[in-house]
């Protein structure tokens, strides 16, 4: 019960900078190779950290999409030291939080504590990560669980959607699959394939551990030197080794499922993380429809013709380009007025269609909403860690207002010019009574 009422409350009394205040974040390296990044905040007594691995969905072999995923569970269930029950009494007595997730490019592993409990939180975070439990009733009720859940997604929209825009636009790639897996895929996962993605590419070399708190940099090394200093080599992969997918174009999936209602999903390879237009991409995106009601999509789709409850559009930059999404749903009757409005402003935005009033209204909704992306400890060591683990300047969140308000109007069209041409966008549909679609691709599920 402590550690449901206490974190919680410090975390919402934690500070809120806004984009000229932001703490400089602190680097050091452990002799194993492990990057460290801090960012000091001593005004409420506890300490969050996030270690990112390059050890995500896309070292999923072949036909065992999920694998990532099942590896992290397990690594936050149990240890070889503690079953999954004593784990989690451990954990409770002194209020440790620790989790554990995994996305395309990297897998994580997270603590919060107070700082009192600093030592026994790191005492069971560096447990985790270094002496992990390989039960196998465990792995099954956590494989059978995930299982049950993919199943599940077969009901889903957006969770079909999404399958079917990873494959669509990925295919054989290493992004060519959601994390999460299939039913089919998870089923066929073992422990040994576990163990086998451990032993490649969880590594302190490439990692970073992302700390933000009440401890300075002198306190936390020998913290970690004490727990960490026994972990040692290089992944098998980088986080640059691999090939960007070949671009997908004019291709349509229609899935068929029993709803009332139909989502439209257009998209197409979007920008890397590294894209050295990444913040005109950003502020494309917002006057596109990142930005809620203050975007294009939104007024036009829904504010002028009631089309849809909502439209909106995002794109997630990863080590290669990842995807460029643009989605709404409607009932299955309006589908293609809503996609045609749709095309229609992404053509207007790719001829030009970009006006100087747009691009500010977007650039000061962005500078006035940053401060809420830093307003906990666990927030800020999620973006330390996307920095450090994507190699971008240790300045990245002290300089991200100065970088979206430097964004030219002339920079959004040249980005619009280059993203939004309509003819090089594909169509995922899910829904009922699904008219097909034209193109080379279709897919069903019942």
Do not use: C
């Amino acid at each position: 019960m402590k550690r449901y009422l206490i974190l919680p409350l410090l975390l919402i009394l934690s500070f809120v900078r806004t984009a000229d205040a932001v703490p400089p974040i602190q680097e050091a390296r452990m002799d194993n190779g492990l990057r460290v990044l801090l960012m000091e905040a001593h005004n409420v007594p506890m300490v969050s950290m996030q270690l990112s691995v390059v050890a995500g969905s896309r070292f999923d072999a072949p036909g065992k999409a999920g694998t990532a995923s099942l590896l992290a569970d397990m690594l936050g269930d149990h240890t070889a030291r503690h079953n999954h029950r004593a784990w989690a009494d451990l954990l409770d007595a002194d209020a440790i939080h620790l989790g554990a997730g995994a996305d395309r490019d990297g897998l994580s592993l997270s603590l919060t504590t107070l700082k009192e409990a600093l030592k026994p939180g790191l005492d069971a975070f560096a447990e985790a990560l270094l002496m992990p439990g390989w039960d196998k009733k465990r792995f099954t009720i956590i494989q059978q669980d995930s299982i049950a859940a993919a199943r599940k997604d077969l009901e889903d929209p957006g969770a079909q959607a999404a399958t079917a825009a990873a494959t669509l636009l990925f295919d054989n790639h290493p992004y060519g699959h959601r994390t999460g897996g299939t039913a089919t895929s998870l089923a066929a996962i073992s422990i040994p394939d576990l163990k086998t993605l451990y032993r490649q590419q969880i590594k302190p070399e490439g990692a970073v551990l992302a700390v933000s708190g009440d401890i300075t940099m002198a306190e936390l090394l020998p913290l970690l030197k004490a727990r960490l200093s026994g972990w040692r080599g290089k992944p098998e992969h980088s986080l640059m080794d691999i090939a960007t997918a070949p671009p997908v174009a004019g291709k349509s999936v229609d899935v068929q499922l029993p709803t009332s209602q139909t989502l439209v999903q257009l998209l197409r390879q979007g920008p890397a993380r590294s894209d050295a237009h990444f913040f005109p991409d950003f502020v494309l995106n917002h006057i596109l429809g990142g930005g809620g009601f203050a975007s294009r999509l939104m007024e036009e789709v829904r504010e002028k013709r009631g089309l849809v409850y909502g439209v909106y559009s995002y794109f997630i930059p990863l080590a290669a380009p990842g995807p460029f999404i643009i989605s709404l749903q409607t009932k299955g009757d309006q589908a293609a007025q809503a996609e045609a409005v749709v095309r229609k402003v992404m053509q207007e935005m790719a001829s030009g269609g970009i006006t100087k009033a747009q691009l500010q209204a977007s650039k000061d909704n962005l500078s006035g909403s940053f401060a809420q992306r830093m307003d906990s400890n666990r927030e800020r060591v999620g973006l330390i860690s996307m920095i450090g683990l994507y190699n971008l300047p240790l300045d990245y969140l002290a300089t991200w207002t100065a970088h979206v308000n430097a964004v030219t109007l002339a920079q959004v069209k040249a980005q619009a010019a280059l993203y939004l041409k309509p003819a090089e966008w594909n169509r995922v549909r899910v829904g009922a009574n699904l008219d097909g679609a034209t193109g080379k691709s279709s897919a069903h599920s019942k």
